[in-house]
């Protein structure tokens, strides 16, 4: 046996356990859905938060206009960070009840992982357009920091809820088939005996 041959041996059962083009695709939509939840949860933080200097910041003074350009930007961040994990369930639900195996389900909490990850940045870069321009903020490592936090509770509740969706979307909850039968009605032999 050449050289080759015994390097290509040991890859092939490698390249056997790779992602198949279906988990890609899992995976591809999974992320790209929770990248798409960080762009207009970033986007809807940056418009209210126009909203917030052109009502609510005139009004105030001082102190009081410094705490909210100060953590007016924290609270979309944290709200962000919450959302992730709410929205990596209900995608590894969802996914779950479409895969066919464990590993499978995996998958979408790997997708969750890297889509919570991506959520946070996307919604990262409008937030950062908002409150106070000399304050210092949060920055990159603390943001992913964050981020990483977030992505492993996201990934851990999505591939959980996925492997639960996958168990019990053949189960389904039904009383016995007797409970369900009609009354029965007397036929016409019976009919005379009970005169």
């Known amino acids: 046996m050449s050289e080759s041959d015994s390097q290509r041996a040991q890859l092939e059962p490698a390249l056997s356990r790779s992602l198949s083009p279906h988990s890609l695709r899992v995976l591809g939509r999974v992320a790209t859905s929770m990248l798409v939840v960080g762009l207009v949860l970033g986007l809807t933080s940056y418009l209210s938060w126009i909203w917030i200097e052109a009502s609510i910041l005139p009004e105030q003074e001082g102190t009081e206009a410094l705490i909210v350009e100060g953590y007016t930007p924290l609270v979309y961040l944290l709200g962000a960070a919450v959302a992730a994990p709410v929205v990596g369930s209900i995608l590894g639900f ?94 016409a032999s019976n009919a005379g005996e009970d005169a």
């Open 94 to 187: 969802v996914e779950g009840r479409r895969v066919a195996t464990r590993g499978d389900a995996l998958v979408v909490g790997v997708g969750c992982l890297i889509g919570a990850i991506a959520l946070l940045f996307a919604a990262g870069v409008f937030i950062g357009a908002t409150g106070g321009g000399d304050s210092a903020g949060p920055g990159p490592m603390d943001l992913l920091s964050l981020a990483g936090l977030s992505a492993l509770s996201s990934g851990v509740a999505a591939a959980l809820l996925a492997i639960l969706a996958r168990e019990t979307r053949s189960q389904r909850l039904a009383l016995p088939r007797s409970r369900f039968r009609e009354p029965s009605t007397p036929d």
